[in-house]
C-alpha cells in the first residue's frame, strides 16, 4: 500500500511528498480568507521543435484572463457582432467586435511542428450573431483562418489557425468594445551595450504622470544602427467622426490638410517615404490605423489632431507618446480622442501596463521632444503667441500596439480665436507643416549619429503675426 502511494505521488506532479509509515499526520492550516472566483489559467505544454536534439522546446507566452468592467443597466450576453482582419507577410492584426464589454481569456496552443500554433480566445458571457461566419479562410501572410463558434451557452470560442509566429499580445479597446490581437513574425533586436551605455540602455523608464524625464543621448535605434526609411502620417478622424467642432470649422478637414502638407515637406527635404492612412475624407478605426502603419513596416508613426477646452483662452502646441498618466487634462484629452470617458480609462489601467511592456516608450518620447521643439521654435519664428505646452504621456488607443516610435501631435486648440483663425490659414499649416519635419530630420540625424542642429531655414529678419 505504501508503495503504490509513493507510486501514485511521483505520477502526479500536484500532490505532496508521500508520508512515511508511522508517522503522525500533518498539522491542517488555519482557513485563508475566500478570494472571489476566478477562471484558472491553464497550463500549456511546450512545442517540441522539428528535427533532432534532446528536449529542444519552445516556450510559449503565458495565458492571460481579462475582467472587463460593467455597466450596471448591462443585461444578457454580449453579442460577438463582427471579426475584422489585416494581414501582410509579416504583421497580422484580428478585432473582435462586441456590442457591451465582456471578460475574455486567451491560450496558445502548439500544432503539429514548432511553426504551426493555434490561438484560441474564449469570451465569457457572449454569443454569436448570424452575421458573423463560422470560418474565414485567409490563408495569406500569418494567419490561414479565423474559426468563431458558440462553445457553450456562455462562451464564444474564437480559433486562429497560424502558419508562423514569433511573437503576439492581445489587449482591448473601448467605446465600443472590441478585442484586438496583434502577431508578427519580426524578430526583436536586442542592443549590445557598448563602453558609453550602460547595462539597460532601456532605462530609465519614464514614469507615469508628466513626461519630465528626457532620454538618454544613446537611443536603442542609434545602437543597433537602425534607418529611418518609412514615415506614417494620420491625420485623426474622418468621415461620420469630424473631431472637434467650432462653428463650419472641422478637426478633420483641418488634418487631413496638414497631413498634405507634411507628406510634401518630408519627401522633399528628407527624402523618406511617406504613408497617409486616409487621404481622402473617410472613416478610419482607431484600431485600423495602427494595423496600416504595422502593415507598411513604417518606422515613424504620427498622428495630427485638434484640441479643444471649454475655456476660451486654454491655447498651445502639445505631442503625446504613448504611456500611463495621472495628469487629469492629459486623461481628459486622451479619452476624447479614444471617444470614451476617463473613468472607463482608468478601468483598463491593468491591460494598459502589461502593453507598455512591448511598446517602445522611450524612443517615442525622443520622437516627441524633437518634434515639439521644431514646431514651436520654427513657429516663434514668424508668429507671436505660440504657447508651446511641453511634451506628454496619456494611453492613445491609436498608439497601442505599434511596432515603431508613435506620438500624437494636438496643433493647437480649436476653441481659442486666436488659433482657430491660424488653423484655417493655409500659409500656418504650412509653417508648421515644415516644423514637424525639421523635428523629424533632426531625429533622422541623431539616429544616424551626426548632430541633431539642422541648418537654418529662415536667414532674413523674421515678419511678426498674429
Known amino acids: 500500500r505504501e508503495r503504490l502511494k509513493t507510486i501514485r505521488a511521483r505520477l502526479d506532479p500536484t500532490a505532496g511528498p508521500s508520508r ?20 484558472p489559467a491553464k497550463t500549456v ?15 510559449l507566452p503565458h495565458n492571460r484572463y481579462y475582467s472587463a468592467p460593467r455597466a450596471k443597466t448591462a443585461s444578457g450576453p454580449a453579442l460577438v457582432s463582427r471579426v475584422r482582419h489585416w494581414t501582410t507577410r509579416h504583421y497580422t492584426r484580428v478585432v473582435i467586435h462586441l456590442d457591451r464589454p465582456a471578460d475574455f481569456e486567451h491560450h496558445l496552443l502548439p500544432g503539429r511542428s514548432a511553426k504551426f500554433h493555434r490561438l484560441y480566445i474564449d ?11 463560422p470560418r474565414v479562410k485567409i490563408d495569406h501572410g500569418l494567419l490561414r483562418q479565423v474559426r468563431v463558434a458558440q462553445f457553450d451557452r456562455r462562451t464564444v470560442r ?9 511573437r503576439f499580445q492581445v489587449f482591448a479597446l473601448e467605446g465600443p468594445f472590441r478585442i484586438v490581437v496583434d502577431f508578427s513574425s519580426r524578430q526583436a533586436k536586442r542592443p549590445v551595450p557598448g563602453p558609453d551605455v550602460g547595462p539597460d540602455p532601456a532605462r530609465p523608464r519614464v514614469p507615469p504622470g508628466r ?20 514615415v506614417v502620417i494620420d491625420a485623426g478622424h474622418g468621415g461620420k467622426d469630424p473631431g472637434a467642432i467650432h462653428g463650419r470649422v472641422r478637426e478633420k478637414r483641418i488634418v487631413l490638410h496638414l497631413a498634405r502638407l507634411l507628406k510634401r515637406q518630408i519627401e522633399r527635404r528628407l527624402g523618406l517615404q511617406v504613408v497617409l492612412t486616409r487621404r481622402r475624407d473617410r472613416y478610419l478605426a482607431l484600431e485600423a490605423r495602427t494595423a496600416k502603419a504595422n502593415a507598411w513596416a513604417g518606422d515613424i508613426f504620427i498622428s495630427l489632431h485638434v484640441n479643444s477646452h471649454p475655456s476660451r483662452s486654454i491655447r498651445g502646441i502639445e505631442t503625446y507618446f504613448l504611456n500611463l498618466t495621472t495628469d487629469q487634462e492629459a486623461m481628459r484629452v486622451a479619452a476624447r480622442e479614444n471617444a470614451t470617458s476617463t473613468r472607463k480609462m482608468s478601468d ?15 524612443e517615442s518620447n525622443r520622437l516627441a521632444r524633437f518634434i515639439q521643439k521644431g514646431m514651436v521654435g520654427h513657429l516663434r519664428r514668424r508668429y507671436r503667441q505660440v504657447r508651446n505646452l511641453g511634451v506628454k504621456q496619456a494611453p492613445f488607443f491609436v498608439l497601442m500596439g505599434a511596432e515603431m516610435p508613435a506620438v500624437l501631435v494636438e496643433i493647437g486648440f480649436i476653441s481659442s480665436p486666436v488659433e482657430r483663425r491660424r488653423l484655417i ?12 519635419a525639421l523635428g523629424i530630420g533632426a531625429y533622422v540625424r541623431h539616429i544616424n ?6 541648418r537654418r531655414v529662415d536667414r532674413h529678419r523674421p515678419r511678426w503675426r498674429r
Open 20 to 39: 512515511p509509515a508511522g508517522s503522525p499526520p500533518p498539522t491542517k492550516a488555519p482557513p485563508q480568507p475566500a478570494t472571489p472566483a476566478r477562471p
Open 45 to 59: 505544454p511546450e512545442a517540441p521543435v522539428q528535427g533532432g536534439g534532446p528536449a529542444a522546446a519552445v516556450k
Open 123 to 133: 469570451v465569457h458571457g457572449a454569443r454569436t450573431t448570424p452575421r458573423v461566419a
Open 158 to 166: 474564437v480559433v486562429l489557425d497560424l502558419k508562423r509566429l514569433r
Open 211 to 230: 513626461a519630465r524625464v528626457k532620454p538618454r543621448q544613446w537611443s536603442l535605434a542609434r545602437q543597433l544602427g537602425l534607418k529611418i526609411r518609412r
Open 348 to 362: 483598463l489601467r491593468m491591460i494598459l501596463q502589461d502593453l507598455m511592456l512591448n511598446s517602445k516608450i522611450n
Open 425 to 436: 490659414n493655409s500659409a500656418y499649416l504650412g509653417r508648421l507643416a515644415l516644423g514637424v
Open 449 to 454: 549619429g551626426q548632430s541633431p542642429a539642422g
